[in-house]
């Protein structure tokens, strides 16, 4: 579960803190799509969850710990972060990337020699079940953009996490790619992942989510259903 209680964000857009007084619950197993007009603070609410966005007042609990930087350490057990683009490295191989998810698992040294075989295996399994096992030495930048997400999605996956929150992961994908990596996020979901993802479309939203949470101005200005999200939006525009 994920509890955030009067969140406000140090950053700020002029004067006003990003993220400006955030309440919101999100319960284990959910699948969560956040909404809101450009700038309302989706990305930043994600971060804040991630412990990458310091808070200057509220509380963020993770399974009921606290997301501190003393915390850090714990919380990241229990959660990963697919982050918009991906953030891959354009030069290694599918392979190496998804490793890179494991870096913080071993010392310097260790990984100096190469990651354990029993670390690679479980990197190829991954890329098998997201259907591109058969890239695993190709450079990402070589890859398409769908197929780019699933090597993220799978380097996020490799720690095992309870809870995944992905950053816009279907940004400047062409369709065919958006339908795999959303399709992807289900299954995570149907397995018993809490999913929490920033999206655009509100189709996308109302197919695969259960729950919409639309963010203005830094604040929740609607949690609950995703059913009827247009009728949401219309009021949040209307004048």
């Not at 190829?124 to 999605?153: F, M, W």
């Not at 309870?162 to 399709?183: N, S």
Request: aromatic share 4%.
């Amino acid at each position: 579960m994920i509890k955030c209680q009067q969140v406000v964000s140090q950053a700020k857009i002029g004067n006003r803190p990003i993220l400006d007084g955030i309440d919101c619950e999100i319960k284990r197993g959910e699948f969560v799509a956040v909404l809101g007009l450009n700038g309302a603070g989706k990305s930043s609410l994600l971060r804040s969850i991630a412990g990458l966005l310091p808070l200057s007042a509220g509380s963020i609990l993770v399974d009921d710990i606290p997301v501190t930087p003393r915390t850090l350490t714990h919380t990241r057990q229990h959660l990963a972060m697919l982050f918009q683009g991906g953030g891959l490295i354009p030069q290694l191989g599918a392979l190496d990337n998804v490793l890179c998810g494991r870096l913080g698992a071993f010392s310097g040294w260790q990984t100096l020699t190469g990651f354990p075989a029993s670390e690679q295996h479980t990197a190829l399994k991954l890329l098998d079940r997201l259907g591109i096992g058969e890239l695993a030495y190709q450079p990402t930048h070589q890859l398409s953009g769908g197929q780019r997400q699933r090597v993220a999605i799978a380097r996020a996956l490799i720690r095992s996490p309870q809870i995944l929150l992905a950053d816009e992961p279907v940004t400047g994908l062409d369709i065919m790619a958006i339908q795999q990596v959303m399709k992807t996020l289900a299954h995570l979901h149907q397995e018993g992942m809490t999913i929490v993802t920033v999206l655009h479309d509100l189709a996308l939203a109302s197919t695969y989510a259960q729950t919409a949470i639309i963010v203005d101005r830094g604040r929740v200005v609607y949690h609950g259903s995703s059913d009827n999200l247009e009728a949401e939006f219309e009021r949040l525009c209307d004048p």
